[in-house]
T-cell receptor
């Protein structure tokens, strides 16, 4: 059953703590993405990766970090430097980042900072 | 950068009604997708439609790339159609990024 999985579904964090969100895909896609969604808003791009061991900043990368050590995995770390981390985080993948390729999404992680 | 505008922002309809959602974009694109976000937050792919017309059951979509807009049609609405509909485009000027509109919130009343 091919798809994108994200864990955990809900995450609570105290201020000042770093937290890592997991994203795994078994679609054999080259490109992976992280988005942030605030209530009532659209999606904003945090980071994206076109290939293993390579990634680029999106529009709102400050306070976040990523790694891409394996094709299947693209974890996102929300650091204590992120001023307002409470949000819904969505991971996506596509066959490649350039060109006209369809993007697919995981179920998301809701992060709440207490 | 490219601007993506969706209209209307909110739409309330009775079950069985038809609706048209619009997406305007300000620059040339090589990729346009329509998504439905359900109440649990999951984004469901509806159409990948950089140009032309496609149909899938009660839903259909048309993109006129030369005029920079796309339309999503929903016929015979059901309560399960409720949620937020997003248009997302990949501009030629930034092939690695997809830009989302702010969405249309659709509420179908029984």
């Amino acid at each position: 059953d091919g798809g994108i999985t994200q864990s955990p579904k809900y995450l609570f964090r105290k201020e000042g703590q770093n937290v890592t969100l997991s994203c795994e895909q078994n679609l054999n896609h080259d490109a992976m993405y992280w988005y942030r969604q605030d209530p009532g808003q659209g999606l904003r791009l945090i980071y994206y990766s076109q290939i293993v061991n390579d990634f680029q900043k999106g529009d709102i990368a400050e306070g976040y970090s990523v790694s891409r050590e394996k094709k299947e995995s693209f974890p996102l770390t929300v650091t204590s430097a992120q001023k307002n981390p409470t949000a819904f985080y969505l991971c996506a993948s596509s066959m490649a980042s350039g060109g006209a390729y369809e993007q697919f999404f995981g179920p998301g992680t809701r992060l709440t900072v207490l | 950068g490219i601007q993506v505008e969706q209209s209307p922002p909110d739409l309330i309809l009775q079950e069985g009604a038809n609706s048209t959602l619009r997406c305007n974009f300000s620059d040339s694109v090589n990729n346009l997708q329509w998504f439905h976000q359900n109440p649990w937050g999951q984004l469901i792919n509806l159409f990948y439609i950089p140009s032309g017309t496609k149909q899938n059951g009660r839903l259909s979509a048309t993109t006129v790339a030369t005029e920079r807009y796309s339309l999503l049609y929903i016929s015979s609405s059901q309560t399960t159609d409720s949620g937020v509909y997003f248009c997302a485009v990949r501009p030629y000027s930034s092939a690695s990024k997809i830009i989302f509109g702010s969405g249309t919130r659709l509420s179908i009343r029984p």
